[in-house]
């Protein structure tokens, strides 16, 4: 079945560093990805939609100068989070949608903890 | 604005036992309803989906039935295995493909 990558899956940065995550689908094309993130024992919190060839749109409350998106291609987005704090410390997922109704996949998560 | 609320975790149960994971939601309308499963490692995948008031669905033993009088879309399945261990989120979608998840629920089998 269709898969969803993400690159790198733990990634430990020290404070004021920015830190580059990557989302590929595999073996199909995605025009739009979607970027969650977890905190812990919380409900997956939908941060923005990435559109490939225009800019990404954001959830209420997700800074757009923090939480950068690029959507290079139609199989890879890219979220870098700059200049990050510790309150920044989370669990990062993306999805993307497949062809059949209601159908989407995703990635496996990326960790980031920053000291 | 839209919720889904799931059942405080963990849960932890013997094999073969009854499961039931409690899902209720808030929304406009009647949304389509989701249960995803995490495998550890792996990204979510659907497990079942209900897309109208009374509708059940099924799949790998699991069942939900989409209940509007309730606001409900429990998780049950008759007989858990090992390899059920996962975590559990329950959704509802917004709008053309936005989804909105509980907090998940992590489900340990011990044989």
């Known amino acids: 079945g269709a898969v969803v990558s993400q690159h790198p899956s733990r990634v430990i940065c020290k404070s004021g560093t920015s830190v580059k995550i990557e989302c590929r689908s595999l073996d199909f094309q995605a025009t739009t990805m979607f970027w969650y993130r977890q905190f812990p024992k919380k409900s997956l919190m939908l941060m923005a939609t990435s559109n490939e060839g225009s800019k990404a749109t954001y959830e209420q409350g997700v800074e757009k100068d923090k939480f950068l998106i690029n959507h290079a291609s139609l199989t890879l987005s890219t979220l870098t989070v700059t200049s990050a704090h510790p309150e920044d410390s989370s669990f990062y997922i993306c999805?993307?949608?497949?062809?059949?109704?209601?159908?989407?996949?995703f990635g496996p998560g990326t960790r980031l903890t920053v000291l | 604005g839209n919720s889904v609320t799931q059942m405080e975790g963990p849960v932890t149960l013997s094999e073969e036992a009854f499961l039931t994971i409690n899902c209720t939601y808030t929304a406009t309308g009647y949304p389509s309803l989701f249960w995803y499963v995490q495998y550890p490692g792996e990204g979510l995948q659907l497990l079942l989906k209900a897309t109208k008031a009374d509708d059940k669905g099924s799949n790998k033993g699991f069942e939900a039935t989409y209940r509007k009088e309730t606001t409900s879309f429990h998780l049950e399945k008759g007989s858990v295995q090992v390899s059920d261990s996962a975590v559990y989120f329950c959704?509802?979608?917004?709008?053309?493909?936005?989804?909105?998840f509980g907090q998940g629920t992590r489900l340990t089998i011990n044989p």
């Open positions: 959704a509802l979608k917004e709008g053309a493909q936005k989804l909105v």
């Open positions: 999805s993307a949608p497949g062809v059949g109704k209601d159908t989407q996949y």
